[in-house]
């Protein structure tokens, strides 16, 4: 289906940057200078791409119809599950923003330490996100919904990505900057 193919591009894509975050976690646990302005840009990705415009299509489309249509099992898997697990994305990257921010006005080695553990956690809260998505939420919608349902999201989704086409290009060409900038293509 174009859409879950898309969502899960879209995956592979937020993984690519939890690479990055790997990456520049590594340097500076081997005493290279925090890069606060790509981790700045970084933030930004994760707020525009990964939240805005990932997260914000999941809710607006496909898990608002599994809402609608799936009884207590999406209550489960949507509201208290991935709902849920959105809101820990963006409170880890919220408090990420506030060490770059601490760090920037007092560069300390516990201030490193929280830039790190920050990253980090997200990078690790979203490949689980990632994982449970692909593997079951996905799988469940597109077994469960009625084809007419599907039918609307496959619609909804292209809508959605025709209006978004600025953001994809933007965040796609800042993607390939940091990982030619760290090495890892
Ligand atoms: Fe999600
Ligand atoms: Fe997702």
Redesign the pocket.
């Known amino acids: 289906m174009y859409s879950i193919d898309q969502l899960e591009l879209e995956h592979e894509n937020i993984n690519r940057v939890n690479d990055v975050i790997q990456a520049i976690s590594l340097k500076i646990l081997h005493g290279e200078e925090v890069p606060v302005e790509d981790l700045r840009k970084m933030v930004e990705f994760i707020r525009d791409y990964g939240d805005a415009y990932?997260?914000g299509k999941?809710e607006e489309i496909l898990f608002s119809y599994m809402l609608e249509h799936l009884g207590p099992v999406a209550e489960k898997l949507v509201r208290s599950g991935?709902y849920v697990?959105?809101d820990q994305g963006r409170a880890l990257v919220l408090d990420l923003e506030a060490a770059l921010n601490e760090y920037e006005t007092n560069p300390t080695e516990e201030g490193k330490l929280e830039i790190m553990t920050n990253a980090l956690g997200y990078r690790r809260q979203l490949r689980s996100?990632i994982d449970k998505?692909n593997d079951v939420v996905y799988p469940f919608a597109v077994k469960n919904l009625p084809a007419e349902v599907l039918e609307k999201v496959e619609e909804e989704t292209r809508v959605f990505n025709d209006k978004n086409t600025e953001v994809r290009e933007k965040y796609t060409a800042l993607l390939e900057e940091l990982e030619k900038k760290y090495d890892l293509k």
């Open positions: 990932h997260h999941e991935m697990e959105h996100h998505e």
